[in-house]
């Protein structure tokens, strides 16, 4: 049985400027501080300006822990952080990005799009429970911005 992946989109308004929520979506060592289902992060290498390319993530997920390893393209950087899937566990594929906007006052624009294809194919109120999970990631990015003392930098 073919399965199809599951795509989820949303967008918020960060009340931090552009290059100061770059450097939070970026700084991937540090979203087991602010992504509260990102439980380890380990980067396994870098691109040649120093950015992770490939890493591997320990996430929780529909009550279990998953493990999958992302390679990350900053070819349309600063405007767009995208992802895709190299391994997985219980993931076929996964293919996501962070696109950022200067919404102006000094606050970022912010969209989320990501596709997740699981190897079993699972009930419609457990997807939709998964995609509300997934999509608080943004909420969770704008908490930690816009938090007093966030980092203004990576």
Do not use: C
Not at 83 to 88: A, D, E, N
Not at 117 to 138: D, Q, S, Y
Request: charged share 25%.
């Amino acid at each position: 049985m073919q399965t199809m992946a599951e795509t989820a989109t949303d967008t918020i308004t960060i009340a931090a400027p552009l290059d100061q929520v770059w450097a939070i979506a970026t700084d991937l060592e540090r979203y087991p501080a602010w992504a509260h289902d990102v439980k380890d992060v380990v980067i396994t290498s870098r691109d040649d300006e120093g950015r992770p390319s490939h890493v591997e993530f320990r996430t929780s997920a529909l009550g279990r822990s998953t493990h999958y390893t992302l390679q990350y393209d900053y070819s349309d950087a600063p405007a767009t952080l995208a992802w895709t899937m190299v391994k997985g566990d219980i993931q076929r594929s996964i293919e996501g990005a962070y696109r950022f906007q200067p919404a102006g006052d000094g606050a970022t624009i912010v969209q989320y799009d990501l596709a997740i294809e699981l190897v079993v194919p699972l009930p419609g109120f457990v997807k939709r429970r998964a995609e509300r999970r997934i999509l608080n990631a943004i909420k969770e990015m704008k908490a930690f911005a816009e938090t007093p003392g966030a980092p203004a930098h990576a």
